[in-house]
């Protein structure tokens, strides 16, 4: 079946810094790639759209400056969140989709703590 | 605008026992997708089934089975002789076609499902 590889599954990072999340499909292409973040307990947000090879489309309240995302070619899409501040700490996933009716698969999320 | 509905927050059940969660869900479109997803402590998300609206055929795979109903606009996912590997957050999602054929899924806020040994 399809997968999607997301790294790192955890992060802890200091005020400040910028992380970068990458996420891959291993086995098939994927024109689309999605960011999501789930806080506690809660569901999970779409956050962007990521094309491959365009801008993000980033849903409103999320603010593109702080959460870069990247969609360079056909299996990797990246999400950088710049000086991250404890607000940030979140469980992050991405999900790819290939073909227009596929459904999407997701990569085991990111764990990130901002000290 | 979609929307899906999981009213149960949280079931707790003894394994061995079925169980159903429920979701309900709105939407405008006569085209669209239905999901189930899997979370488990882990964090990982795991597909589960999708339906389209076309196929109100009910499923079902091992002890897992589906009911989907347009005309109450639900589509219930059913644990029969639930074992304590179940145990986990469960979403249902709904999604329409968006500009340029993307179908991106609105999740509901899931249920967590606790099975007791």
């Known amino acids: 079946g399809a997968v999607v590889s997301q790294h790192p599954s955890w992060v802890i990072c200091k005020s400040g810094t910028s992380v970068k999340i990458e996420c891959r499909s291993l086995?098939?292409?994927?024109?689309?790639m999605f960011w999501y973040r789930q806080f506690p307990k809660q569901s999970l947000m779409l956050m962007a759209t990521s094309n491959e090879g365009s801008k993000a489309t980033y849903e409103q309240g999320v603010e593109k400056d702080k959460f870069l995302i990247n969609h360079a070619s056909l299996t990797l899409s990246t999400l950088t969140v710049t000086s991250a501040h404890p607000e940030d700490s979140s469980f992050y996933i991405c999900?790819?989709?290939?073909?227009?009716?596929?459904?999407?698969?997701f990569g085991n999320g990111t764990r990130l703590t901002v000290t | 605008a979609q929307k899906v509905t999981q009213a149960q927050t949280e079931i707790s059940v003894v394994e061995k026992e079925d169980v159903t969660l429920d979701c309900v869900y709105e939407t405008r479109d006569t085209t669209y997708y239905l999901f189930w997803y899997k979370q488990p402590p882990s964090g990982e998300l795991v597909f589960l089934i999708r339906?389209?609206?076309?196929?109100?055929q009910n499923e079902i795979s091992g002890r897992y089975s589906w009911n989907f109903q347009k005309s109450t606009s639900s589509f219930n996912f059913t644990i029969t002789a639930s074992q304590v590997v179940d145990s986990a957050v469960y979403f249902c999602?709904?999604?329409?076609?968006?500009?340029?054929?993307?179908?991106?899924?609105?999740f509901g806020r899931g249920t967590s499902l606790i099975v007791h040994p």
């Open positions: 999900s790819a989709k290939g073909a227009i009716n596929s459904p999407l698969h």
């Open positions: 339906r389209n609206s076309f196929d109100e």
């Open positions: 086995d098939f292409q994927a024109t689309t």
């Open positions: 999602a709904l999604s329409e076609e968006h500009t340029g054929g993307s179908y991106i899924p609105t």
